[in-house]
């Protein structure tokens, strides 16, 4: 099983980038997704969350210091999850991962995290 974020990197204040989240060796489609991300120092927080409904219209969550800047979105095709982010502030620097779950039979997994700096 593996998680395989890229995308990060260093942007300006009000850039973008856009995280991607490649997945193997689960079935992708079964499983709900979120992006977190964590600073030194202090907890992993959530940042948006994916579920899975196969041929339906996905659930999307936002925490509220991202929403209306950050869009998650899932291709199940491509085993692949992503996160958009715009207006990126310097508060937004962190390790963002790529988190994977599965209610029944409980299983979760992790990616390796992806620095993203944002800085002038």
């Known amino acids: 099983v593996q998680l395989v974020e890229s995308g990060g990197g260093l942007v300006q204040p009000g850039g973008s980038l856009r995280l991607s989240c490649a997945a193997s060796?689960?079935?992708?489609?079964?499983?709900?997704l979120s992006w977190y991300r964590q600073v030194p120092g202090k907890e992993r927080e959530l940042v948006a969350r994916?579920?899975?409904?196969?041929?339906?219209?996905?659930?999307?969550f936002y925490a509220s210091f991202v929403k209306g800047r950050f869009t998650i979105s899932r291709d199940n095709a491509k085993k692949a999850m992503y996160l958009q982010m715009n207006s990126l502030k310097a508060e937004d620097t962190a390790v963002y991962y790529c988190?994977?779950?599965?209610?029944?039979?409980?299983?979760?997994?992790w990616g390796q995290g992806t620095q993203v700096t944002v800085s002038s």
């Open positions: 988190y994977a779950y599965q209610s029944y039979p409980r299983r979760e997994y």
């Open positions: 994916i579920t899975s409904v196969g041929g339906g219209v996905n659930t999307v």
């Open positions: 060796g689960f079935t992708f489609s079964n499983y709900g």
